[in-house]
């Protein structure tokens, strides 16, 4: 089954201590992003990857890093996580429509953090 | 950052009724995506329109873009309580990966 996985699905941590949610598809895609949805603002993209070693910052980058080491993983970091970072965060791939380049994401189940 | 607003925010029907979701901006977009958000879940893609004008149906669900592409419908005949859910409708620019989501429609339809 095509899909996207995250972990963990829920997640409460302290501010300042360091944490990792993972992200794995298992379609071949080469294009991977990292969003937050908050309630009134919708869901903002944070960083993606446009193939490995290859990663860009999207509309809301600070207090975040990924990496892409290899095609299928796209892990977001959180390097000092504070209370402003608590959001609901989903990963994706994208398939790409050719030859007009329209990207179509696929979204993983979500993770809850809670930043207190 | 370019807005996409949908309206209404929230929309509470019976089963049976028909109804329509509306996304506009003031930005040109390449395409239009509707998806779909239970909760828990993320979202899920149901449609991509390219084309102004073009109108595309799934089942009892009819989108389309408009012919300016600034905008876009969804609308939903005899909705079933199984359509309750988060809708949000995405611009995108070809050959660009970033979409730009509008806030949500948030459908209930009630048994």
């Known amino acids: 089954e095509a899909q996207v996985t995250q972990n ?3 997640l409460i941590t302290v501010t300042g201590k360091k944490l990792t949610v993972t992200c794995s598809q298992n379609m071949n895609h080469e294009y991977m992003s990292w969003y937050r949805q908050d309630p009134g603002l919708g869901l903002r993209q944070i960083y993606y990857s446009m193939n490995v070693e290859v990663t860009d910052k999207g509309d809301v980058p600070e207090g975040y890093k990924v990496s892409r080491k290899e095609k299928r993983n796209f892990p977001l970091i959180l390097e000092s996580p504070s ?3 608590t959001s609901l965060y989903f990963c994706a791939s994208s398939f790409i429509w050719s030859p007009e380049l329209i990207y179509e994401q ?4 979500g993770t809850r953090l809670t930043v207190t | 950052t370019q807005l996409l607003e949908q309206s209404p925010q929230f929309l509470s029907i019976q089963e049976g009724e ?3 979701v509306y996304c506009n901006s003031s930005s040109v ?3 239009l995506q509707w998806y779909r958000q239970e909760p828990g879940e993320g979202p899920v893609l149901l449609v991509t329109v390219v084309t102004g004008g ?5 089942k009892r669900l009819t989108f389309q873009f408009g012919d300016a592409r600034k905008d876009s419908s969804l ?3 005899a909705a079933q309580p199984g359509d309750t859910g988060l809708y949000l409708c995405a611009g995108g620019h070809t050959g660009a990966n970033n979409l730009f989501f509008g806030t949500g429609t948030r459908l209930t339809v009630i048994p």
């Open chain 1, 8 to 10: 963990p699905r829920y």
């Open chain 1, 83 to 85: 209370p402003n970072q």
């Open chain 2, 18 to 20: 028909n109804l329509t």
């Open chain 2, 75 to 77: 609308h939903i005949t």
């Open chain 1, 106 to 109: 696929y979204f993983g189940p």
């Open chain 2, 54 to 58: 073009e109108v595309k149906k799934l």
């Open chain 2, 29 to 31: 977009f390449s395409s």
